[in-house]
């Protein structure tokens, strides 16, 4: 898989890319991350300027529609195959484990990520991208909520993680919809606090049934909303994929 981002600043994701998950991925050509700088798009150098002030008033400046498409575009067309296109923006379809699985099939993906009080909307009405949220709430910018796209499908990509860590019993996986149960290491005990017998005796019918008994506890007692009769769709926003 490809993911190009689209951003005014390129160093934020440095130290993301060389962690190890993703950069054992990269270098295993699993996945490959080119980014791309809205700046280098600016019509007028020197100043290099892509936003300006919103017409109508208001608060902020709005990265402007010229510098942008010419820059998708032109992105877009750096590779045959074609990008899904997706812009982060507070007022997306929220992110989640079931979204992250659909994001995983893609071959190519280019993340839109805007600044200041985001992109003029002509921007989303000539492009057309899938907007997405991370969450309600605001960021400065779109760069974390493209890493946290990136961090949650990277893993979810065959051979990134090995069988040991298959993300197939996660939470949130494949439509499991229970939070996990404890887990614990050595020691076998610390300053008192010890570990649950039944994981010390090598019974496995004994330990699934505890681990899944401790899952339905902590998923009613926290998030009654993901037991299955409870759960609804995820209501998509209107300019989104099936
Ligand atoms: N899940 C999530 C994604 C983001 C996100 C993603 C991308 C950008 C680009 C800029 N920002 C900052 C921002 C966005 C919206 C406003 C509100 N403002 C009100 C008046 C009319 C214009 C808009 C303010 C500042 C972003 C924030 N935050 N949270």
């Not at 939070?179 to 496995?204: A, C, N, W």
Request: hydrophobic residues 35%; charged residues 30%.
């Amino acid at each position: 898989m490809r993911f190009d981002v689209v951003t005014l600043f390129p160093a934020i994701f440095d130290g993301y890319l060389t962690q190890s998950l993703l950069d054992k991925a990269i270098v295993r050509g699993l996945v490959e991350i080119q980014r791309h700088n809205l700046r280098d798009w600016a019509e007028d150098t020197p100043h290099r300027k892509v936003d300006d002030r919103p017409f109508g008033g208001g608060p902020g400046m709005l990265l402007q529609v010229e510098p942008t498409v010419t820059c998708v575009r032109d992105v877009d067309a750096m590779c045959d195959v074609p990008a899904r296109k997706i812009l982060l923006t507070p007022q997306g379809r929220r992110l989640d484990q079931r979204l992250a699985e659909d994001l995983a099939t893609s071959d190519r993906i280019m993340l839109m990520c805007g600044r200041y009080e985001g992109f003029d909307q002509r921007v989303l009405d000539i492009l057309q991208p899938e907007e997405i949220s991370i969450g309600d709430f605001v960021l400065n910018g779109g760069e974390v909520a493209a890493m946290t796209i990136i961090d949650a499908v990277v893993r979810l990509l065959p051979g990134v993680l090995g069988d040991e860590q298959s993300s197939l019993d996660d939470s949130f996986s494949r439509g499991n919809r229970m939070l996990e149960f404890p887990q614990y290491t050595r020691p076998r005990e610390f300053e008192g606090h010890t570990v649950p017998d039944v994981l010390l005796s090598g019974d496995h019918a004994a330990i699934a049934k505890w681990r899944a008994e401790q899952s339905r506890v902590k998923t009613i007692d926290r998030r009654r909303d993901l037991l299955p009769e409870n759960s609804k769709p995820n209501h998509e926003h209107p300019n989104q994929r099936s």
